[in-house]
């Protein structure tokens, strides 16, 4: 059964990253834009099949934003990681490892704005729980803008115990909540660091809380109290990234 990608940014990375998977391009008979014919031009040095449709037609394809190009591909021969790959995978890194936790994010466009940060703060692997929480789907690859098949993506039975496996290893727990005594500027995000990030309103359940290591938080100076965790995310990770540069 074929799969559908769909939005400019999205087929353009699948374009360069996996055309053998592309059967076919379509793309709304009205764009003109350098954007879109940028991916025309990719597709066709590819010899797939470019084909143009209307507006209505590719919306029929797809109630998702599409902006106008769509590719049918053959689905991806996935490598899909399991928690009993967090050891090998430790093993693996050169450099003190730097890892993202989601605890129970369930929307699936904060999930792939997560991963899109992610990859391009260097994270070594995510980890979220298999259960109330956001799997990977066509809307959080398409979000991601490739990050979804970059990046290691492991869905934990028991979060509790997966980080108590990642602190025998040696990696330090950092928990993000409001009412954290230290700012992300002040902690030492150095060295071997699990980062996790809390429940879209409701943040860390009470049992991730107490694992944790240590709290921090953004220092917020205006009248909202808190950010979109995908927002969070990115800001405290590439906190993390500044000092590993230092």
């Not at 592309?22 to 990719?42: C, P």
């Not at 730097?98 to 940060?117: E, F, K, Y």
């Not at 060295?191 to 290591?213: F, H, K, Q, S, W």
Request: aromatic share 4%.
């Amino acid at each position: 059964m074929s799969e559908l990608v769909y939005g400019l940014h999205a087929v353009e990375v699948l374009l360069k990253r996996s055309s053998e998977r592309v059967e076919r391009l379509y793309i709304q008979s009205n764009r003109h834009d350098q954007r879109s014919h940028k991916v025309v031009k990719l597709a066709q040095d590819k010899n797939i099949p470019v084909i143009q449709k209307d507006r209505d037609e590719l919306d029929e394809m797809t109630d998702q934003r599409h902006q106008g190009v769509i590719a049918v591909c053959r689905p991806e021969k996935k490598k899909s990681f399991h928690e009993k790959h967090i050891p090998e995978l430790l093993n693996q890194i050169d450099e003190a490892p730097l890892i993202l936790i989601l605890d129970g994010v369930t929307d699936p466009h904060n999930l792939g704005a997560c991963l899109r940060s992610a990859d391009a703060a260097g994270v070594h692997m995510v980890i979220a729980p298999k259960d109330n929480a956001a799997s990977i789907t066509d809307v959080v690859r398409k979000v991601a803008c490739g990050a979804a098949e970059t990046v290691p993506f492991i869905p934990v039975t028991n979060l509790v115990r997966t980080m108590k496996q990642l602190q025998e290893a040696g990696v330090w727990i950092a928990g993000t909540a409001g009412e954290a005594e230290q700012d992300i500027y002040q902690a030492n995000l150095k060295g071997p660091l699990a980062i996790v990030m809390g429940a879209e309103g409701e943040g860390m359940r009470r049992l991730t809380r107490e694992n944790c290591d240590y709290l921090i938080k953004i220092p917020m100076a205006g009248e909202v109290s808190s950010l979109n965790v995908s927002v969070a995310t990115g800001v405290t990770l590439f906190e993390a990234v500044r000092q590993r540069l230092k």
